[in-house]
């Protein structure tokens, strides 16, 4: 039976990815004699192509290739090449199994391979010391890639910033952790795999974004989904400190992640995921595990009911990620979080299916909530049962989330801005995807043309580029200057003591206090779990919630 944790993994995947079933060769192009614009960089010569006004240079290796003994292990710098490297051609997504649950996300086949390590980069001519946006794909950690066209990073770029987009490796060959791969290591941990390789990548950026004509001081990371998840990772592993100097998070999740040695909060621990996975796949050892087809590994593992996670390990994740930024130990760097009003409509899987009767409803939730199941029924009340599960699963993973990196921040005296995106457009409203999840990406990126095919389609009308031109003056003003602005729009207020964020409906449009009681309902339940330290939180919520504990003290409001 495939368990809930399994299914939410294939479900967020598909939101903002394109997914490829298998291996698929590049198309060659003519043979052509002109030489595109060339860059001396620190880890070697590199030949873009002129589009419009924008250089762009697609497919450069970050790291070395993490294939044979080189899978499962931290990356390796590359090391400087000789001659000119052809950078015109998008580097293949990591591997990444076929989408089973729906064709929303789905996009259209693409090439693959386990050599993946590859970065994108978008520069205005003549750039210099422009600032950086570093950009994360979303898909739960198993899927997505820097190739799929809604990434396209020229309509940033001709705002006068450097557009950087990466891969990083997925799934098993991502994620997974084992107790022969810890003893491997000089740390004595393992997992986070594809985290390191984020990290790599703002190395590399580092070392090498000046000579593109970009600003190594000034890099902001930004995600959506996964990505989002994966910022939130990057701002609380010290590994990663000093390599941004800003961070977006788009629809993050705050929830409670494995701890690589000890089972904690009714999850195993991720070395015993990872030995269990290696049980089922009946190989006896990791140098059997590395001797599979990569391919047919990576379609396993879910299948087997490997889900990827990072891993609580002590030093690249030190703690629990709501431990650290109540500690105030996460990167202490302003901050763009924001949250979709019909998140979960695309993602149906992760809500119950409410009862027939209101009763029912009540019951249960009386039941599962005890002395909070009053102040529940307020926020999500039984007269729009389904309704009340979209929004209850909506709240407690991405909602929560977002206004508490914002108050994190704010507690740190950074500025933080808040958003919520309730924008819909008629071929999303009419299959009731209002506000969908990832359904702000097209407008952030300005890639109306760039959604799967299954995307209700954005209609390309005066009103709706005015729409996206505000979300790329916003997103791009806070990239330059910590502060989102955006020509002939309203000001965006920072979070502050007020709760002010800032509504995309049909327009934006500046308010305070959203969703009230919402933030300190969920951050009280998270609370009582934490404190008994069996329970999970996540999408357990509502309908799925286990008995809640009882008050405890340290959950004081």
Do not use: C
């Given at each position: 039976m495939i368990s809930l944790r399994h299914l939410f993994v294939w479900s967020v995947a598909m939101a903002s990815v394109v997914l490829a079933p298998s291996n698929f060769a590049q198309q060659a192009k003519p043979a052509n004699t002109q030489h595109g614009p060339t860059v001396k960089a620190p880890a070697g010569e590199v030949e873009g192509e002129t589009e419009g006004k924008l250089q762009v240079f697609k497919g450069i290796p970050y790291a070395m290739p993490p294939v044979g003994l080189g899978r499962w292990k931290a990356p390796s710098p590359m090391p400087k090449w000789d001659g000119v490297k052809k950078a015109t051609e998008f580097g293949p997504a990591c591997f990444q199994p076929k989408p089973q649950l729906s064709t929303l996300y789905a996009g259209d086949p693409m090439p693959m391979s386990e050599d993946c390590l590859t970065l994108n980069i978008w520069v205005p001519t003549g750039a210099s010391k422009a600032p950086v946006f570093f950009w994360i794909y979303g898909g739960a950690l198993s899927g997505g890639a820097s190739r799929d066209p809604l990434y396209n990073g020229a309509r940033l770029a001709e705002q006068g910033i450097v557009v950087v987009s990466i891969n990083y490796r997925l799934g098993v060959l991502g994620w997974m952790a084992h107790p022969e791969l810890s003893n491997e290591s000089p740390l004595r941990i393992s997992g986070n795999y594809g985290l390191l390789d984020q990290i790599e990548a703002l190395h590399w950026v580092q070392?090498?974004?000046?000579?593109?004509?970009?600003?190594?001081?000034?890099?902001?990371?930004?995600?959506?989904?996964?990505?989002?998840?994966?910022?939130?990772?990057?701002?609380?592993?010290?590994?990663?400190?000093?390599?941004?100097?800003?961070?977006?998070?788009?629809?993050?999740?705050?929830?409670?992640?494995?701890?690589?040695?000890?089972?904690?909060?009714?999850?195993?621990?991720?070395?015993?995921?990872?030995?269990?996975?290696?049980?089922?796949?009946?190989?006896?050892?990791?140098?059997?595990?590395?001797?599979?087809?990569?391919?047919?590994?990576?379609?396993?593992?879910?299948?087997?009911?490997?889900?990827?996670?990072?891993?609580?390990?002590?030093?690249?994740?030190?703690?629990?990620?709501?431990?650290?930024?109540?500690?105030?130990?996460?990167?202490?760097?302003?901050?763009?979080?924001?949250?979709?009003?019909?998140?979960?409509?695309?993602?149906?899987?992760?809500?119950?299916k409410a009862p027939e009767f209101a009763a029912e409803y009540e019951s249960t939730i009386n039941d599962r909530y005890l002395d909070l199941a009053k102040e529940f029924l307020r926020l999500y009340p039984s007269d729009n049962m389904q309704e009340s599960a979209y929004a209850t699963t909506r709240d407690a993973l991405y909602g929560w989330t977002a206004q508490r990196l914002v108050r994190k921040q704010t507690a740190l005296g950074q500025p933080?801005?808040?958003?919520?995106?309730?924008?819909?457009?008629?071929?999303?409203?009419?299959?009731?995807?209002?506000?969908?999840?990832?359904?702000?990406?097209?407008?952030?990126?300005?890639?109306?043309?760039?959604?799967?095919?299954?995307?209700?389609?954005?209609?390309?009308?005066?009103?709706?580029?005015?729409?996206?031109?505000?979300?790329?003056?916003?997103?791009?003003?806070?990239?330059?200057?910590?502060?989102?602005?955006?020509?002939?729009?309203p000001t965006w207020p920072v979070f502050g003591p007020t709760g002010a964020y800032m509504a995309f409906k049909k327009a934006p449009q500046p308010s305070d206090h959203l969703l009230p009681g919402m933030y300190e309902f969920n951050e009280e339940v998270v609370c009582r779990r934490r404190a008994v330290g069996n329970i999970a939180w996540n999408w357990n919520v509502g309908l799925y919630s286990p008995k809640n504990p009882a008050p405890q003290p340290q959950c004081k409001p």
């Open positions: 070392r090498n974004i000046s000579a593109f004509g970009g600003d190594p001081a000034n890099v902001t990371i930004a995600g959506e989904s996964a990505g989002a998840l994966s910022v939130m990772y990057l701002m609380a592993a010290p590994p990663a400190r000093g390599l941004f100097a800003k961070a977006i998070a788009e629809s993050a999740y705050m929830i409670s992640t494995p701890e690589l040695k000890k089972a904690s909060f009714g999850s195993p621990s991720s070395e015993e995921s990872g030995m269990k996975l290696a049980s089922a796949l009946h190989a006896p050892d990791i140098a059997a595990m590395r001797a599979m087809d990569a391919y047919k590994l990576t379609v396993a593992a879910p299948a087997a009911g490997f889900a990827p996670w990072g891993a609580v390990d002590g030093h690249v994740l030190k703690a629990q990620l709501v431990d650290v930024f109540d500690k105030g130990e996460q990167a202490p760097v302003p901050l763009l979080a924001g949250f979709n009003s019909g998140e979960i409509r695309s993602l149906t899987i992760l809500a119950p933080a801005f808040l958003y919520f995106f309730d924008h819909g457009y008629p071929a999303a409203d009419v299959l009731s995807l209002h506000g969908f999840h990832a359904s702000e990406l097209p407008y952030v990126f300005g890639t109306f043309n760039g959604t799967p095919p299954h995307w209700p389609k954005v209609p390309d009308t005066a009103q709706e580029r005015k729409f996206s031109d505000a979300m790329i003056g916003y997103w791009t003003s806070f990239v330059r200057t910590g502060v989102p602005q955006a020509s002939n729009e």
